[in-house]
């Protein structure tokens, strides 16, 4: 390591935290969304542009993670990251005092831009910092903190809509706590002489970033961004099926399927570093496959949230092998590159995630029909897994 500093549980956990950021800049808005409907009712086609107050900034993830990636190259990565703490604050604060729904959504463009070096750069600086296990380890428990952060934002957002839609925007001014925490137990990364870099090196192309590799990686990650979100966005309305109406009853019932993700992100904290990844994509497809089709077949809401549970629990698995093998087989010079195209494509796959159920169950009879069909699409991606291992091993054994 070149730099006179080790990163230790201070670092981890300053680095850690940011990642809640990207859950609040739609879940804490999502109780609210009735309330702003009306408040600008008198704006010309308000349906569709209120709703872009929530779904923006995730859009602007999608877009402006590449280039964040470049940014943290070119420029170094904490003093980007400090900025964009700032500017996140400000202006996820801005529509308190605006009152023109243009400048909010304008404001909310800025969100997700500050979002995407966000998110971006603090998951570079966990992949320069930490190595081996201790960096599987935090990189997975960014999957359980965002998880674990958007069933806590869905309630704060929720009690301080009492107060009125613009209060909860005031939480965005936790983005300053995160900085003070960035500015005091981290330091600028600097290349380190770590035998997975040195290894990532020899791999990178003549131009210095493996693309090869990376193409491979993000078209995986775009496919298990759908099935990752599908349950989590689709799950309430799977249960107003059986006559479950109740909002309230609707959100705890959601919320205990939800917890599959923590819990899968812990099972891969256990045996992710102890398989290969083709093994883990091999149990995680299999999962998700295994979820969808009890979601797409069950008579009663227990074993529609049975099916809920495993499918979470598998993608709870997926986010942090896919997220690990994308930074793990990075050098120092290009890992913030390769870090915002797999942010981007994993929000890609979010953005997609409602028009491919959309699609699906448009031809198969609704929503429990598109269950069926994604069901079938994980299990494809479980052969796929299955025969990478098994082609993996024949090689070891004919060398």
Same mark, same amino acid.
């Given at each position: 390591m070149t730099t006179h500093q080790r990163a230790g549980f201070a670092t981890g956990i300053s680095l850690l935290l940011p990642i809640t950021l990207s859950a609040m800049a739609i879940v804490l808005l999502a109780p609210n969304l009735p309330a702003l409907l009306q408040e600008f009712a008198s704006v010309e086609h308000h349906e569709?542009?209120?709703?872009?107050?929530?779904?923006?900034?995730? $859009?602007?993830?999608?877009?402006?993670?590449?280039?964040?990636?470049?940014?943290?190259?070119?420029?170094?990565?904490?003093? *980007?990251?400090?900025?964009?703490? $700032?500017?996140?604050?400000?202006?996820?604060?801005?529509?308190? #005092? *605006?009152?023109?729904?243009?400048?909010?959504?304008?404001? @909310?463009?800025?969100?997700?831009?500050?979002?995407?070096?966000?998110?971006?750069?603090?998951?570079?600086?966990?992949?320069?910092?930490?190595?081996?296990?201790? @960096?599987? @380890?935090?990189?997975?428990?960014?999957?359980?903190?965002?998880?674990?952060?958007?069933?806590?934002?869905?309630?704060?957002?929720? #009690?301080?809509?009492?107060?009125?839609?613009?209060?909860? #925007?005031?939480?965005?001014?936790?983005?300053? $706590?995160?900085?003070?925490?960035?500015?005091?137990?981290?330091?600028?990364?600097?290349?380190?002489?770590?035998?997975?870099?040195?290894?990532?090196?020899?791999?990178?192309?003549?131009?210095?970033?493996?693309?090869?590799?990376?193409?491979?990686?993000?078209?995986?990650?775009?496919?298990?961004?759908?099935?990752?979100?599908?349950?989590?966005?689709?799950?309430?309305?799977? *249960?107003?099926?059986?006559?479950?109406?109740?909002?309230?009853?609707?959100? #705890? *019932?959601?919320?205990?399927?939800?917890?599959?993700?923590?819990?899968?992100t812990y099972v891969y904290s256990r045996v992710g570093s102890k398989l290969p990844i083709a093994s883990l994509l091999l149990i995680e497809f299999t999962l998700l496959a295994i979820g969808f089709l009890l979601m797409s077949r069950s008579g009663a809401p227990a074993g529609f949230l049975a099916g809920c549970f495993i499918n979470q629990l598998g993608a709870g698995m997926l986010l942090p092998s896919l997220l690990v093998w994308a930074i793990s087989g990075l050098p120092f010079e290009v890992r913030s590159r390769g870090a915002g195209l797999w942010t981007g494509a994993f929000s890609v796959g979010q953005f997609l995630c409602p028009v491919v159920v959309t699609v699906a169950g448009s031809h198969t009879g609704g929503l429990r029909g598109a269950f069926g069909v994604l069901a079938a699409a994980a299990l494809v991606g479980a052969a796929l897994s299955l025969f990478a291992r098994l082609r993996k091993d024949s090689a070891m054994v004919h060398a």
């Open positions: 569709y542009w209120v709703p872009m107050v929530l779904t923006v900034p995730a $859009l602007c993830v999608a877009l402006f993670s590449p280039m964040a990636g470049i940014l943290g190259d070119r420029f170094g990565r904490r003093r *980007l990251l400090l900025a964009a703490f $700032l500017v996140y604050a400000v202006v996820g604060i801005a529509p308190v #005092f *605006l009152s023109d729904l243009g400048w909010i959504i304008v404001s @909310r463009v800025a969100v997700g831009m500050a979002e995407a070096m966000i998110m971006v750069l603090s998951t570079t600086m966990i992949g320069d910092y930490f190595e081996g296990p201790a @960096r599987d @380890r935090w990189l997975a428990g960014q999957t359980a903190m965002a998880s674990i952060s958007a069933l806590l934002f869905l309630n704060v957002g929720g #009690f301080l809509g009492r107060f009125g839609w613009r209060a909860p #925007f005031w939480v965005y001014g936790s983005a300053l $706590l995160m900085f003070v925490l960035v500015l005091l137990f981290t330091w600028e990364p600097a290349r380190r002489d770590s035998p997975d870099a040195e290894i990532a090196q020899r791999d990178a192309s003549s131009a210095g970033f493996p693309w090869l590799r990376m193409s491979g990686i993000i078209a995986i990650t775009v496919f298990g961004s759908v099935l990752f979100y599908t349950a989590q966005i689709q799950s309430p309305i799977g *249960l107003t099926q059986f006559g479950i109406t109740d909002p309230a009853r609707i959100g #705890f *019932l959601t919320s205990l399927a939800s917890i599959g993700v923590p819990v899968g």
